[in-house]
């Protein structure tokens, strides 16, 4: 019997596979409509009565937007809704030989679920869970056939976001792994194979992501515009954590940030916000409410990044030693017609500086501004955060130390804008806001 189910195993899921998703959400209705778009007839259910129904007619005005700016035919459009079943009953999904459950973020509820299927579903069916932080490996544990369990994990929103996470349970075996792999990468997606572990990859990688954004606004760095405006206009994110927080939705976010949180024995981290915790409790969670660090009522307006008073060009700087990854910022200061004068720095540990209108302009080092120009010369010392790439940023946090005058901080502002830089002015905090979220 193990034998053949192997060799049942082994087969890969073609488009005349039947798919069970289980979940009416926005994540579950978009993996349904991936899975319809990719050519498979599609089981959608969800517990709560109608939502299947109302999950189509949601995906049907989306797609009609789509047809409207002509990235879609009324063809494909209609083929797509005809592939996709609302059903009314777990039973129905019987004939499924792919089930995913995109279902809320609880342990036990997953494994009372796929226990469920198991006396539903063919033996050979393979179970996935969209999980995006829970361990398959726990929740394979109650089942009797943890071998077929796998997760899917997809990225919202699931038709256009191209990555999935494949991942493997303690039990899971290779080729059920391997055949949801090549049926993701069949969809279209940018298949990853990796092992169940706290947050899998990227939700472990991108805790840091929000948290860091979290701590700068508690600690009174900057503020949420601000901070968003600097990772992306800096960092070259395509959204700032805060954006991506009401995107996603907080009652996800935390909940997921508490999972790795305990999962890696608290781990500082990837400590929770008291912040997103205070969302969370008033029914904020971001777009899908209307409300969140952002307001999407009809008619609210939302800050704009934090950025400074123009100030005057200056004439010429110095330049000591090397810059290293901020070299690129002299190409832009001498196309805007500045002189620079270069001196070679004879101490072979001295930080690279730019010397202009009695400010010292660093690279941060993590430290604070205030403490480093304590322990050096530099009274009107004032950090520059770190930048992707400095020849193609657009914006960039300045953090003066407490010492600085208001002179040293204008011209330090000035050479910046001078170089085409929006500049925003930070309090002095450790790391300032790239550089520590990239660190950590």
């Not at 035919?73 to 999904?93: C, F, M, P, T, Y």
């Not at 899998?200 to 991108?206: E, P, Q, S, W």
């Not at 500082?268 to 915790?277: C, D, E, G």
């Not at 120009?373 to 770190?386: P, R, V, Y």
Request: net charge negative; charged share 20%; aromatic share 6%.
């Amino acid at each position: 019997m193990n034998q053949q189910l192997r060799q049942v195993d082994s087969e890969p899921l073609h488009r005349d596979s039947v798919i069970g998703v289980i979940g009416a959400g926005t994540m579950g209705a978009g993996i349904a409509q991936v899975a319809a778009g990719a050519g498979h007839s599609v089981l959608l259910f969800d517990t709560m009565e109608g939502a299947a129904a109302q999950a189509i007619i949601r995906m049907s005005d989306d797609l009609d937007r789509l047809v409207d700016k002509g990235r879609l035919s009324v063809d494909q459009r209609n083929a797509l809704l005809g592939k996709i079943q609302a059903i009314e009953s777990l039973q129905q999904l019987a004939p499924a030989r792919l089930v995913i459950e995109a279902v809320i973020e609880r342990l036990e509820v997953k494994q009372q679920l796929f226990g469920t299927l198991e006396g539903i579903c063919a033996e050979t069916a393979i179970l996935a869970s969209n999980t995006s932080s829970i361990s398959l490996t726990a929740i394979g544990s109650a089942l009797q056939r943890p071998q077929q369990l796998v997760g899917m994990h997809f990225f919202n929103p699931a038709p256009v976001m191209k990555l999935v996470e494949v991942i493997s349970g303690l039990e899971t075996e290779s080729r059920v792994a391997d055949n949801v792999y090549q049926l993701a990468e069949s969809w279209g997606k940018q298949a990853v194979h990796t092992q169940s572990t706290p947050g899998f990859i990227v939700n472990r990688v991108a805790r840091p992501f929000y948290a860091e954004a979290l701590r700068v606004l508690q600690e009174g760095g900057a503020d949420i515009a601000t901070i968003d405006g600097l990772i992306k206009g800096a960092g070259g994110f395509r959204m700032g954590p805060f954006e991506l927080m009401d995107l996603i939705g907080h009652d996800i976010n935390y909940a997921v940030t508490c999972s790795v949180f305990n999962a890696y024995y608290q781990d500082p981290r990837f400590q929770p916000s008291l912040i997103q915790l205070e969302l969370v409790n008033a029914g904020h969670f971001g777009r899908k409410s209307k409300r969140g660090f952002y307001d999407y009522r009809p008619g609210a307006t939302n800050p704009e990044p934090q950025i400074a008073d123009p100030q005057s060009v200056p004439d010429e700087i110095t330049v000591v030693g090397e810059l290293g990854p901020a070299a690129a910022l002299i190409e832009r200061i001498e196309a805007a017609g500045i002189r620079v004068r270069r001196v070679t720095d004879a101490e072979q540990d001295r930080v690279g500086l730019i010397s202009v209108g009695g400010a010292t302009l660093v690279l941060c080092n993590g430290q604070l501004s205030t403490v480093r120009a304590s322990h050096s010369d530099n009274t009107n010392l004032i950090q520059f955060d770190l930048a992707l790439d400095y020849a193609e940023a657009e914006r960039l946090a300045l953090a003066p130390a407490d010492q600085a005058t208001a002179a040293s901080v204008a011209a330090a502002v000035g050479l910046f804008q001078a170089a085409g830089l929006k500049v925003s002015l930070i309090d002095d905090i450790p790391g300032m806001v790239l550089m520590r979220t990239v660190c950590m």
